[in-house]
């Protein structure tokens, strides 16, 4: 299962063996801006398909992850009931995670 590993470097893992961040991998600050929008999670709701609501791609729900950092980046789901914030400036910050990465 080669194709699986990470390409970026190795990864850093919680008790659980979960990956939580990649080695070498940085992630802006999020500010807030008036252009955020908070919900209020349901059951069976994940980053990924808020990502792809909100942003059209299931890709970035590492920005809603930062954002939200009490969630942790361990999982990709979110207590039914949880108040979160969805950045309204998706440009800015996929902007400032490639100059962060050299990308």
Known sequence: MNRYRNTIGQNTTNDEGTV??????????IPYTSGDIY?????????????????????????????????GMGSLYVPEGTQIRIPGNLSNIILSFQLLNNQ
């Open 20 to 29: 939580v961040s990649f080695v070498g991998v940085k992630y802006p600050d």
């Open 39 to 71: 919900v209020y999670t349901t059951a069976g709701d994940r980053l990924d398909n808020l990502a792809k609501q909100f942003y059209g791609s299931s890709e970035y729900y590492w920005v809603i992850s930062v954002a939200n950092p009490d969630l």
